[in-house]
């Protein structure tokens, strides 16, 4: 089973950087994805972490450490249009299991 | 591609009747999961398949849950009877390979009264 933690609400300003941080606990781990889900739409992938490191794609980072058990996303030069819920995901096997997920609110 | 497909967007029932909720995967992918999204338990996996079989069904909450999958392009999700703790939004997702990432339809709001 999973235990996956991310903090419920962040807030920030438009043009700053947030960092959302994910903690989990997983008998088995095959890789970490984080989505983001703005109200009453579905959710979409945003990136997928299966090594130690970083990756970056755009204005979107997310890094992983398996022996800590941690990841985060960072969300940089941020837009009103980011303001939504971002899903911390553990895959084992098949399977994802979700965070119950950080609502951003970003303020002009 | 149009992506995955769900029907209906949004669904009102009585306590007590039976719904389907359906799914189009997108063309070629090999694995349909449904979830169930509420604001108290999150996105919670249901069941999901791989080439049209039931793989996984533990997160089917009781029996008056089942789906099925008949051919690759179609699955459904069925709730007999219906109770108001099952209203929730109904996400179909599905994946090229098991490890890929997941696409997701819209989602099905359902609300049973």
């Known amino acids: 089973g999973q235990n996956i933690d991310q903090p419920t609400e962040m807030t920030a300003t438009e043009g700053a950087i947030v960092q959302i941080n994910c903690t989990y606990q997983?008998?088995?781990?095959?890789?970490l994805f984080w989505y983001q889900q703005h109200a009453g739409e579905a959710p979409t992938f945003l990136s997928y972490?299966?090594?130690?490191g970083l990756e970056e794609k755009g204005r979107f980072s997310s890094f992983l450490s398996r022996s800590k058990g941690y990841s985060y996303l960072l969300l940089k030069e941020l837009q009103m249009k980011d303001s939504a819920s971002y899903l911390c995901?553990?895959?084992?096997?098949?399977?994802?299991?979700f965070g119950a997920g950080t609502t951003v609110t970003v303020r002009a | 591609d149009a992506g995955v497909i769900q029907s209906p967007r949004h669904e009102v029932t009585e306590m007590g009747q039976e719904v389907t909720l359906r799914c189009k995967p997108i063309?070629?992918?090999?694995?349909l999961f449904w979830y169930r999204q509420t604001m108290m338990r999150g996105l919670e996996l249901l069941i999901y398949f791989n080439n049209n079989v039931p793989i996984d069904d533990s997160g089917m909450p009781e029996d008056r849950f089942s789906a099925k999958m008949p051919n690759a392009s179609f699955s459904t999700l069925k709730i007999q009877p219906s109770e108001p703790r099952d209203s929730a939004v109904y996400f179909c997702a599905s994946s090229f390979g098991g490890g890929g990432e997941q696409y997701f339809g819209p989602g099905t709001r359902l609300t049973v009264t």
């Open positions: 972490n299966v090594l130690d």
């Open positions: 063309s070629g992918h090999d694995y």
């Open positions: 995901a553990v895959r084992e096997g098949q399977v994802l299991s």
């Open positions: 997983t008998s088995g781990f095959n890789g």
